[in-house]
């Protein structure tokens, strides 16, 4: 399916389970994304408030700051290995948040599930590594990237539609049934390959006497501004990926049913922008690419602060803020895999660590606000968390190249 938008010169084993990859992808993000616009719904079912729950999931997000491990880890076991391991745990989380009598049960469950979800992304962004050249990286992680659209447009909506038959938790068990059938795809389709860094660098065993302060296996001054801007970049997505869903039950008494028609639409915008993306990221640029996605994300946040009274442009500019941002996402991991010479799963761990912190740092503000100010609040906080990562990739694309950033192939994106 997705292997023919990719000609003879990407390699044989991205071309034939490139498919696989993104629709297991799929999956597992429809598990991960499956509480943000049902999080009201969720509260509800617990007994507690939007702003105590959403402090409870901040919580679980830090567990992103665990990638950086994660990545260490990756960058040893075979690619295969990895990926199904992370989605028996995505599986498993999700089991035990259905099954779960009270929040803390409910937190443990979407810790096993985030620590997964981190564990198989980075296998996925090593696999494409060791693959694909830099250059030409972009198109292959927009095509695997269009699973987060998917994962909404299909895989979320498709748990909502189950919920709104039934309760909140089937929808974590119709996730979980998804998650199984992904892992045997992986198992029979993905060959056993050991990781060995990405395509174009030297291996990592080549600097064995550089010193610390130009360690190749470390972040240069480049990648830590690339980080602050995945960091800003996750934290403005998050502030309303986890309101909309209780502005829409609370203004307008919508229920599941509707939130799963919202999440339909939006993932439909977000499989536009993450489709544009594949086609236009390695010909833009991989830093202005993220320029632009975030450039849209501010005027629109400011829009939607003022117009969040009337539903429908309320819901429109809702869907381009998101489309904005699925646009930027996919240039900043293609990034992100390139950080560390080597040891491309080490750099998409920092990336993923800061993008996961950005949601847990802007959970709590944002359900807080919303509460007690309303959905413009929630606008606004994204609108700064987006000036944030334009301000982050600018300073980025003007730092000059150290001894990481010259070890990569081709010119700068």
């Not at 040893?76 to 009598?101: E, K």
């Not at 359900?367 to 609108?383: I, K, M, N």
Request: proline share 4%; charged share 15%; with cysteine.
């Amino acid at each position: 399916m997705f292997g023919r938008f990719l000609d003879d010169s990407f390699a044989p084993a991205i071309r034939r389970d490139v498919t696989t990859a993104t629709l297991s992808r799929l999956a597992a993000n429809a598990c991960y994304r499956y509480s943000a616009p049902f999080l009201a719904t969720i509260a509800d079912g617990l007994d507690v408030t939007l702003s105590e729950l959403g402090i409870a999931v901040a919580v679980t997000e830090l567990i992103g700051l665990s990638a950086p491990l994660v990545g260490r880890r990756v960058d040893r076991l075979p690619h295969r290995t990895s990926m199904l391991g992370a989605l028996v745990g995505v599986g498993a989380g999700s089991i035990v948040a259905a099954s779960s009598t009270g929040v803390p049960m409910f937190v443990a469950g979407l810790i096993v599930l985030s620590i997964a979800k981190i564990t198989f992304d980075v296998a996925l962004g090593a696999w494409i590594a060791s693959h694909v050249p830099y250059e030409r990286r972009g198109r292959v992680v927009g095509l695997i990237e269009t699973s987060w659209a998917l994962g909404l447009l299909a895989g979320v909506s498709t748990m909502g539609a189950v919920a709104a038959l039934s309760n909140w938790r089937w929808g974590f068990v119709a996730g979980a049934a998804m998650v199984a059938v992904a892992a045997f795809a992986i198992t029979v389709r993905l060959g056993e390959e050991r990781s060995s860094g990405a395509v174009g660098q030297e291996p990592r065993h080549a600097h064995p006497a550089t010193p610390r302060s130009s360690n190749p296996l470390r972040l240069g001054a480049r990648g830590k501004w690339i980080v602050a801007g995945m960091f800003g970049l996750m934290a403005a997505s998050q502030t309303l990926f986890v309101t909309f869903g209780a502005w829409l039950e609370d203004d307008y008494g919508f229920g599941a049913g509707f939130l799963a028609a919202a999440s339909f639409g939006l993932g439909a915008l977000e499989l536009v922008a993450s489709s544009t993306a594949a086609a236009r990221t390695d010909k833009w640029g991989k830093e202005r690419s993220v320029l632009l996605g975030a450039g849209v994300m501010i005027p629109t946040g400011l829009l939607l602060a003022v117009a969040n009274g009337v539903v429908v442009p309320g819901l429109i500019l809702l869907g381009i803020f998101i489309a904005g941002f699925e646009f930027a996402i996919v240039s900043a991991l293609s990034m992100g895999s390139q950080l560390v010479p080597g040891a491309p799963a080490r750099g998409l761990g920092a990336v993923i660590a800061a993008g996961t912190t950005g949601r847990a740092v802007a959970t709590v503000p944002t359900t807080w606000l919303y509460e007690r100010q309303g959905f413009w609040a929630s606008a606004l906080l994204g609108v700064g968390f987006a000036v944030l990562t334009m301000a982050a990739i600018t300073v980025a694309r003007t730092t000059p190249a150290d001894a990481t950033d010259r070890s990569r192939v081709g010119t700068r994106p």
